[in-house]
Each structure stands twice: as C-alpha cells, then as structure tokens.
C-alpha cells in the first residue's frame, strides 16, 4: 500500500516455498485513498482464489495453491510485517 499515490499491491513472491509455483505480483491506483486517507478493503477467499476489493470499486484477483495446510496470511504494509488477520 502506497498512501502517496493509492497504489494497492498484491506481492505472490513469497506466496509458496513450492519452486513451480508463479511469483509475481498485481499493482491498481485507487485514486479514493488519496483523496480520503482511508483504504477500506473486503478480502475474499474461496478455495484457490483470492479477490480483493477496495470501497471503490478497484480490485484484484488472483490464484494460490497451498502447499501445505498452514492458514493463508494477509500482511499489509510496505514491509510485509505488520500482521494483520488470517484466513
């Protein structure tokens, strides 16, 4: 999350220790966090997908598959350590 511009990005590249697995990661602008100071986001998951949305309308879907039964992290911040929820 980039509070200057409202660039929302979701970061796969430490997504599974599996070495197949794809790395990469999605980035969209919200221009609403800008103008307002707050992100308010809904995080879906269901099965293998993952869908996140911002109070906008922007979002960003993606696929994962687990490699192990460990519960699925979402960790928001430009250094992935603040721990936020789990699913």
Do not use: C, K
């Not at 200057?4 to 990661?25: Q, W």
């Not at 490699?67 to 936020?84: F, I």
Request: charged share 20%; proline share 6%.
């Amino acid at each position: 999350m980039d509070w200057n511009t409202g660039a929302v990005t979701v970061d796969r590249t430490h997504a599974s220790r599996d070495p197949r697995a794809h790395r990469d990661s999605q980035t969209f602008v919200d221009p609403g966090i800008t103008a307002t100071g707050t992100l308010a986001l809904r995080w879906f998951v269901d099965g293998s997908v993952s869908e996140l949305f911002t109070a906008s309308g922007y979002s960003a879907s993606t696929r994962f598959y687990a490699a192990t039964l460990e519960p699925h992290r979402l960790r928001l911040g430009p250094t992935l350590e603040p721990y936020v929820g789990r699913v």
